[in-house]
């Protein structure tokens, strides 16, 4: 395309189309939904070390010094060589004690923080760890199948699943089977957990009832409480006002690797996508640009759009809109329902990233 051909009022250097969202039907092979389970790029650097204590909350502190004995503990051979000589030989291969922790506490104290750091600090190769969010790993499952996914996890010494979600009993109990497999293999597991839909107030999911809902695994987790500020109480971020659609267009066209899309045509497309796609989906993306956001219709559609979000989110990628703002994206029904705390976050993520957009808008 030539300049000549350029939207009308844009920049005149600016001579490539945006991408588009629902052009895209990625193939993921499994060997690759298997190697991006590491914590996201927000979560490259994080260490125990930059993880900050407040003062006034000792389990913060105390939650450190468990989790790096525990990496530590986790230095020697490999899940499935362990597994194996459990059968040949009189000893144990594991370590005795829990083979897994559940970080317990609120929003706002750093779980994913100190999760990650975990991550990085346990002495193996990447490719002999995994990090995923509950759903990433129910997807996981969807992709490979069961078998293939115990199969392929079993070699790991550490597998740690962030925000635990047991408001759906049927992948709670899918999960739990999982679990129960990679314990048996060696497979050392870290968990934090999300809240069941009758606790949504009480800003956390209390461990007894996360080891009462896993029931057999639930030997196998030491509790670990971090106590801190909830930042439930805050209540929903306010969401930058939109743009309208020449703004959003302008900007998709003046911005290299940018995508512009109709949101209810996204919302389709999303419906014919794994969600174990959606971060392929955004694969080289610089900014996801949406036209006429309306309200999402149904709860199928809205934790799609939840996924999304987390994937954009996770990739730092900028989101910028027209239509209804953010905050209004979910009815006051899904917001007062069992899946409340998934769309709150999706509203944050969003708004944030929303807000990293606003300097493609030409002043």
Known sequence: MSSSTAFPGQSPFAETAPLSLCAREPHVPADRLVAEMVPPPRFDSVRFDTYVPDPNQPSQSEAVTVLAGFAAGLGGAH???????????????????????????????????????????????????????????????????????????????????????????GDTVLVSSLLSRLVEAGVALAATSNTLPGKLGEGRFAAADFLREIQGLSAH???????????????????????????????????????????????????????????????????????????????????????????????????????LPFDRLFSDEMLNGGYRKKYFRAISRLTALARDAKGLVAQ
Not at 121 to 149: D, I
Not at 264 to 283: C, K, Q
């Open 79 to 169: 899940a499935t060589g362990a597994g194996r000589r459990r059968w040949f030989s009189k000893k144990p291969a594991a370590p005795a004690g829990p083979r897994g922790v559940y970080l317990d506490g609120g929003y706002g104290v750093g779980k994913t923080h100190l999760l990650a750091s975990l991550w990085h600090a346990t002495p193996a190769e990447p490719s002999l760890k995994a990090f995923g969010t509950f759903v990433e790993l129910t997807n996981l499952v969807g992709a490979l199948g069961f078998q293939q996914t115990v199969r392929t996890l079993s070699g790991h010494r550490l597998l740690c699943i962030d925000e635990f979600e047991l408001d759906d009993p």
């Open 221 to 323: 987790f030491r509790p670990l409480r971090i106590d801190g500020e909830d930042y439930r109480h805050r209540g929903l971020p306010e969401a930058p006002p939109p743009y309208d659609d020449e703004q959003v267009t302008r900007a998709a066209y003046a911005t290299a690797g940018a995508s512009l899309d109709d949101f209810p045509g996204l919302l389709d497309h999303l419906a014919r996508v794994h969600p174990s796609r959606y971060g392929a989906l955004t694969d080289d993306i610089g900014a996801v640009c949406l036209t006429g956001v309306t309200a999402v219709p149904d709860q199928s559609t809205a934790l799609r759009l939840v996924v999304l979000a987390d994937r954009l989110y996770d990739r730092e990628v900028p989101v910028l809109a027209s239509g």
